[in-house]
């Protein structure tokens, strides 16, 4: 009977351990559900293809073009009439079937431009794609560090409270025994109350960090899922500024849109100012028809003939309709330009940004892991002076509420630590690889 209630016991205790497991999710796991889950994406892959299909689109129109036409129509009424001596017959059933080839021969340059103004456009595409991958990336760490944050800052504001608990208990007593004052007792209970609010504040955070990953990453996190606890941060070995200002422009995707973009903007400038020169275009065309209509008199039987020759015209005059499309492109022109430099200028501002922050947040956490460690032992050698009679219960009170505040910060600080370093890789064009650790 005591081996099977061993057992029983034994049992008992693995399923309800079993029931306690929690799951760990890794920052690398919310990227890759962001990046399955997110509609920006989608659009600009569909931006990719469309762009795919301009340059399809651009590159057959200098190809040559075949078409065939076909007609029957029936008339009714119609009378014979004269023309002197010819009777021009009143033919009521009319066909007609055609096919035609055409070939531009010359068009001052605009299907070359418009030829390669489609292949920029596909490689900002292309760019901008990348674009976007890095900055869901950083969306979805961003919602995870914040996640990460308030959940084990929630364990540190457990242990403050479950201290102060403690504490406020070990008063109440000493009150009881008329040991301490009816102050010492009201002053706990409102630390171990300023605590409390401060971990339904810590709980409100992490619930809220849920939502937004469900919304970036459709991630439905149960209760049993726990973020990784961030780690201690490594003073990073960065290089001269201008040296990664130089690096980021090379390796981020927006300074090769923003190139692409302003060159595709030149070159439709350019095409549209071929319209001021004549179009010139090979055509011929094979057709058979009742009556053929360059038979005089006609005749109600199926005829041939066939057409070739080159066709040009010019425009002379379009009441500025031309010249006012060269300067809309011209200024699309200039305005792409001018987003260049700003990409770049952008770049420069989010490495500088992104390194000072980095920088701060190593030495933040040196100080509060110090600061973290100094509080322990401080509370250890003013909980032994209470014991003994030999501080004050103020002395007390401050250690805890210190110490529970540098846990909290300590954790606050690793976490955006965590988020600069995401946010340097960012601004320094890095692989999603090198984005998701910790």
């Not at 990664?244 to 302003?262: D, Y």
């Not at 006609?298 to 031309?322: C, Q, R």
């Not at 032992?377 to 003994?388: A, C, G, H, P, S």
Request: with cysteine.
């Amino acid at each position: 009977r005591t081996y099977v209630t061993g057992v029983l016991l034994h049992c008992a205790c693995v399923a309800v351990a079993a029931t306690n497991v929690t799951q760990e999710i890794s920052p690398a796991s919310v990227v890759s559900n962001a990046m399955a889950h997110s509609r920006d994406l989608r659009a600009a892959r569909q931006d990719v293809d469309a762009a795919v299909a301009v340059a399809g689109q651009a590159g057959a129109a200098v190809l040559p073009s075949l078409d065939v036409r076909a007609a029957a129509a029936r008339y009714s009424g119609l009378t014979d009439s004269a023309l002197g001596a010819i009777t021009i017959p009143a033919i009521e059933d009319r066909y007609s079937v055609s096919a035609g080839i055409s070939q531009p021969l010359f068009t001052g340059g605009r299907m070359a431009q418009q030829r390669k103004a489609a292949r920029l456009t596909r490689k900002a595409a292309e760019s901008r794609l990348q674009g976007t991958e890095a900055d869901i990336t950083l969306q979805a760490l961003s919602a995870y560090w914040d996640w990460s944050k308030a959940h084990h800052a929630t364990d540190a504001l457990k242990a403050g409270v479950e201290r102060m608990e403690a504490h406020a208990n070990d008063t109440r007593n000493l009150l009881a025994a008329g040991m301490a004052t009816e102050n010492d007792s009201l002053s706990t209970d409102v630390l171990l109350d300023q605590t409390r609010l401060r971990l339904q504040e810590s709980l409100d955070a992490a619930r809220a960090a849920r939502v937004r990953l469900r919304y970036l990453a459709g991630m439905e996190l149960g209760d049993d899922a726990m973020p990784v606890k961030p780690a201690k941060l490594i003073e990073p070995n960065l290089e001269p500024v201008e040296t990664m200002i130089a690096k980021a422009v090379k390796n981020r995707p927006e300074p090769e849109t923003a190139r692409a973009e302003a060159d595709a903007a030149a070159s439709r400038s350019a095409g549209t100012k071929a319209e001021f020169y004549p179009q010139v275009q090979l055509g011929a065309r094979y057709e058979q028809s009742q009556p053929n209509q360059f038979n005089f008199p006609p005749e109600a039987e199926l005829t041939d003939d066939l057409f070739v020759g080159v066709t040009a015209t010019w425009t002379i005059l379009d009441w500025g309709l031309t010249r006012n499309r060269v300067r809309e492109a011209e200024a699309r022109r200039q305005q792409a330009e001018l987003r260049h430099e700003n990409t770049l200028e952008l770049v420069r501002l989010e490495v500088e940004e992104a390194r000072i922050a980095l920088q701060n947040a190593v030495e933040k956490e040196k100080v509060a892991t110090r600061a973290e460690q100094s509080a322990a032992r401080n509370l250890q050698v003013v909980e032994n002076m209470w014991t003994n009679g030999l501080a004050r219960h103020s002395e007390v009170l401050d250690a805890q509420g210190l110490l529970t505040e540098t846990q909290y910060q300590l954790i606050v600080v690793r976490a955006d630590g965590c988020l600069a370093k995401a946010v340097m890789q960012r601004a320094m064009g890095h692989s999603m690889a090198q984005q998701t650790g910790p």
